[in-house]
């Protein structure tokens, strides 16, 4: 199976001088098509730096990206456009608009493609409805509970079809039922659209759900 994300070489400083930091330092990685990785290791390892450069958030200091097939020029290339066309992003806090309900939190990020109206809110009501929300389409965040925040998260990183879907610490803010709720809607929804996902998380009980472990220390990834 091919590679929909490879990262060769990447290095990524933070400071400057005698309190520079090397977060992540000359890794090497690659992440299958459908495949389901967990980026696992102690705060402060360089996980979430790690998905930021493969995201297209951050630009390494150091090292090739390529998405998709595609080599990453950050000197050349729109990098909101790579992430909209390629990449979905899911946080640890959500990250939705607050005045905006669930369907229209997911409709946004689909009028940034350009998407026709009838068509984004057609598919955001659909996209809501398979991750259990059908019922909560016009409550706002602050009516929603943690669990269905973060459902509302999912489908709007599903909205543009992307390649692979990174998701940061997406079940911290979550109790156990809920984790587990989360998690099995993950393994659905990527079954049904394809789509490559790589959780950072430091929930040893996730373990379990994914097709390989990815550990992380000092910046660098070790034998898991």
Do not use: W
């Not at 090497?28 to 967990?38: F, S, Y």
Request: with cysteine.
């Amino acid at each position: 199976m091919a590679a929909i994300v490879e990262g060769n070489g990447l290095t990524k400083h933070f400071g400057t001088g005698d309190a520079t930091v090397v977060a992540i330092d000359s890794v090497d990685i690659a992440i299958e098509e459908r495949e389901l990785v967990m980026i696992m290791g102690d705060s402060g390892c360089g996980k979430t730096t790690l998905i930021s450069l493969l995201g297209c958030i951050l630009t390494p200091d150091a090292g090739q990206i390529r998405i998709d097939g595609e080599q990453i020029d950050p000197e050349a290339q729109d990098m909101s456009v790579i992430r909209r066309e390629k990449i979905g992003f899911v946080f640890q806090l959500f990250h939705l608009l607050p005045y905006l309900t669930a369907l229209e939190n997911v409709i946004v990020a689909m009028d940034l493609a350009q998407t026709k109206t009838d068509e984004a809110e057609s598919r955001a009501t659909e996209l809501l409805t398979q991750v259990g929300l059908s019922e909560r389409l016009h409550h706002r965040p602050a009516q929603l509970s943690g669990g269905e925040k973060q459902r509302v998260s999912f489908a709007r990183a599903l909205a543009n079809r992307p390649k692979v879907i990174f998701a940061d610490e997406p079940t911290a803010n979550l109790d156990s039922r809920q984790s587990d709720n989360l998690m099995s809607l993950i393994q659905e929804l990527r079954q049904e659209y394809q789509t490559t996902v790589a959780i950072v998380t430091h929930h040893e009980g996730l373990r379990k759900n994914a097709d390989r472990i990815i550990q992380m220390k000092d910046g660098r990834i070790i034998p898991a």
